[in-house]
């Protein structure tokens, strides 16, 4: 275990806490990345590591990243969600969608261009799904992930830290071999509609708030055109849908009908 101490490497931008405590070595390590800011329209302004970015003080005076989450739905339409490890500084513990993480800003993935960057955050998610879950590049290439949508949230994890992005939405479609890194993911699960429904519905599994709002808002109609075989129905769409403060959907039942 290690200590952390989350005083901003970037001088312009001091950061206001000082959190110290037991966290993962590994983990403390991957909070020095660096991350990409952006304005509510999804403009590149800056950067700061991911503990910059994820400090709920600095959240709270409108820092806001870029991020990524990614659907992997096998040939049976089931939808793969990992259990993030108790080891995770942020949301430890929780269940959630296949995969998230950020783009970091490097050459390749904070590529600035005519497709609002889509290809970049591509290119992220093909890193993390290796990392993550040890899938191979080979098995999911690059033109294999199809880009949905863009969302915008803000999520408090705890009294510390939090999330604030704008996130691209991307689906990958194939059966895949999993090599979980038990320092990210304590547990996979392949569901059904019906399967995920009755989780979101039990009070005794957590879930990431960004995942459950998805759920509430779009995962299910994209869910419904995958199974027809239509995703160009779903893919393409550049705007940014802002969703709702995760604290006003607590409680919230996810219907059971499909």
């Known amino acids: 275990m290690a200590e952390i101490n989350v005083r901003s490497n970037y001088p ?3 950061e206001d806490v000082i959190v110290s405590g037991p966290y993962d070595e590994e983990q403390v390590r991957l909070m020095d990345e660096v991350c990409i800011l952006v304005d509510e329209d999804n403009n590149p302004i800056g ?6 970015c994820h400090l709920i003080n600095n959240i709270n ?35 959630s969608n296949t995969c998230c993480s950020h783009p970091l800003n490097n050459t390749t993935e904070k590529e600035l261009d005519t497709k609002a960057a889509i290809q970049g955050v591509k290119y992220a ?15 999911i290439r690059v033109e ?22 704008i996130g691209y939405a991307l689906l ?5 071999d999993l090599h979980p890194n038990t320092n990210e993911v304590q547990n996979t699960r392949y569901v059904t509609e019906m ?16 995942f459950r709002l998805v759920c509430l808002s779009k995962l299910f109609s994209w869910w419904k055109y995958i199974r ?3 995703i160009e129905n779903i893919i393409n769409d550049m705007a940014i849908h802002r969703m709702d403060d995760p604290e006003q959907e607590k409680g919230k039942k996810i219907t059971t009908a499909v």
């Open 12 to 14: 312009d931008r001091p």
């Open 47 to 52: 950067t700061g590591s991911k503990r910059y």
């Open 61 to 95: 005076q409108g820092i806001l990243h870029r991020g990524f989450s990614v659907y992997l739905f096998d040939s049976k339409n089931r939808l793969l969600l990992q259990q993030r490890a108790s080891s995770k500084i942020t949301f430890p513990g929780v269940w």
């Open 125 to 139: 998610a093909q890193r993390k799904l290796f990392h993550e879950l040890g899938i191979s590049n080979e098995k």
């Open 144 to 165: 294999a992930i199809h880009f949905l949508t863009r969302l915008y949230y803000k999520a408090p994890a705890d009294d510390v830290w939090g999330e604030h992005e």
């Open 172 to 176: 990958v479609q194939s059966d895949v």
């Open 195 to 210: 399967e995920l429904r009755e989780m979101l519905n039990d009070p005794h599994v957590p879930f990431s708030p960004w």
């Open 228 to 230: 027809m075989g239509l």
